[in-house]
């Protein structure tokens, strides 16, 4: 069963930093993203690499946002810095399967980021 599980939300005031784990299991992913929803908002791309290590990044977050991926911890990574309240969201793992997976796309339930001003 694949299952993908976010980890590291919480609240954070203006300025700060969190770091957000996506561990993956029951499945093989080539493409992995953050996503992220907030309040009466559509969902919306944060940072997405692919499994040639190609990274691409909404341009509003670049600076602020960093994606990696620990293949050896089947782990998903955002480093989230210098948070604003307006990155309050629900930050959601996404993944693409591979393989015999191929076709199929996965989402994790969300960790919620809040940010106070």
């Known amino acids: 069963q694949v299952q993908l599980l976010e980890s590291g939300g919480g609240v954070v005031q203006a300025g700060g930093s969190l770091r957000l784990s996506c561990e993956y299991s029951g499945g093989t992913f080539s493409t992995m993203a953050w996503y992220r929803q907030a309040p009466g908002k559509q969902r919306e791309l944060v940072a997405e690499i692919e499994s040639s290590g190609k990274i691409n990044y909404a341009d509003s977050l670049k600076r602020r946002f960093t994606i990696s991926r620990d293949t050896a911890k089947d782990t998903l990574y955002l480093q989230a810095d210098s948070l604003r309240p307006e990155d309050t969201a629900v930050y959601l793992c996404?993944?693409?399967?591979?393989?015999?997976?191929?076709?199929?796309?996965?989402w994790g339930q969300g960790t919620q980021v809040t940010v106070s001003s």
């Open positions: 996404y993944a693409e399967g591979s393989r015999r997976f191929r076709g199929r796309t996965y």
